[in-house]
C-alpha cells in the first residue's frame, strides 16, 4: 500500500540493566525506517511522465471484479453476454397517414374574429403560419400558435414529412352553448346579450413546399411575359392584293 511512510515492525531486544541485571526488565528498541521520502513520493505524483496505458484485458477484470462485488459505476453497467441488443421500435411509423386534423378548445371569442385569423394560415406551410401567430397582435394568436405546434408535432408522428407539411384547411365552428345574459335597458326595455365562444379546427397534408411555390411563381410570371412586338417573316400570304394597297 502507497503512503507517505512504510513503517517497520519495531524490533524488540532484550538488554541486562547496566546497574541491577536482574531485574528482567524488558526495552523495546523501535527504531522506524523511512523507506519513502514524502517529497519524493509527492514529486512522483505529479510528474508529468506518460501514464501506462492498460490492456483491455486488464479493464474488462478490473470491471468484472466490481460488479462482483457491487461497486460498478451507472454509467459502467456491463449487460449480460449473450442478450441482443433491443432496437428501439417507439418512434418508428407503421401505417402513414395523408393528413392530420386538429382542434382548440372552446373558448370565448366571436367566431367572425377567429375566422379572420383561419384565413390568415389557411395555405400556408405550417412553419409559416406558425410564424404568422408569433407576430400576431391579435389576443386569440397564442392559443393558434400553441395548437399548430402540437397539430405539427402529432403530424411528425403520424409520418408526415415536416418540410413539405402544410395547413391544407381551416375552418371555425361556434361552441355548442353559448351564454346569454339579460341586458337591461332604459323605460322598461331589455334585450337577450349572447357571449359567443367558437373553436378552430385545421387539417395538415403534404403539400408544395416554400421553394417549390416561388419557382411556380417563377415560371408563371416569366409565362406572361409576351415578346416586344417583333414581325415573323416567316408567316404566309393569304390571299395577297393584285395590286398595291396604297
Excluded: C
Excluded at 538488554?15 to 524488558?26: F, K, L, M
Excluded at 462485488?69 to 421500435?89: H, I, M, S, Y
Excluded at 377567429?114 to 403560419?129: F, H, T
Excluded at 415536416?162 to 361556434?174: C, D, G, H, L, Q
Aim: net charge positive; no cysteine.
Amino acid at each position: 500500500m502507497q503512503g507517505l511512510r512504510s513503517v517497520t515492525p519495531l524490533r524488540r531486544v532484550l538488554q541486562p540493566h547496566q546497574i541491577a541485571s536482574s531485574s528482567g526488565t524488558r526495552f523495546w528498541d523501535g527504531r522506524r525506517h523511512a523507506s519513502l521520502n514524502p517529497i519524493d513520493w509527492f514529486r512522483q505524483q505529479i510528474n508529468s511522465a506518460p501514464r501506462q496505458k492498460k490492456s483491455e484485458k486488464e479493464i474488462d477484470a478490473a470491471k468484472q471484479k466490481q460488479a462482483e462485488q457491487g461497486n460498478l459505476g451507472v454509467f459502467d453497467t456491463v449487460a449480460p453476454e449473450g442478450e441482443a441488443a433491443r432496437k428501439d421500435n417507439s418512434m418508428i411509423v407503421k401505417n402513414k397517414s395523408d393528413h392530420h386534423k386538429y382542434s382548440t378548445a372552446n373558448f370565448k371569442i366571436s367566431h367572425r374574429k377567429l375566422n379572420k385569423l383561419g384565413r390568415q394560415i389557411s395555405g400556408k406551410p405550417i412553419d409559416s403560419a406558425i410564424l404568422q401567430m408569433t407576430f400576431s397582435e391579435k389576443r386569440a394568436s397564442n392559443r393558434i400558435k400553441s395548437m399548430l405546434v402540437v397539430a405539427k408535432s402529432h403530424a411528425i408522428l403520424k409520418g408526415i414529412d415536416a418540410s413539405k407539411m402544410i395547413v391544407a384547411e381551416s375552418w371555425v365552428t361556434k361552441g355548442p352553448r353559448q351564454q346569454k345574459r339579460l341586458e337591461i335597458k332604459g323605460r322598461a326595455r331589455h334585450g337577450i346579450r349572447v357571449h359567443p365562444d367558437s373553436r378552430m379546427s385545421v387539417v395538415l397534408k403534404e403539400g408544395k413546399t416554400r421553394q417549390e411555390l416561388l419557382e411556380k411563381e417563377r415560371a408563371r410570371k416569366l409565362g406572361r411575359i409576351r415578346s416586344s412586338g417583333l414581325v415573323r417573316e416567316d408567316k404566309p400570304l393569304r390571299n395577297p392584293p393584285s395590286q398595291w394597297a396604297w
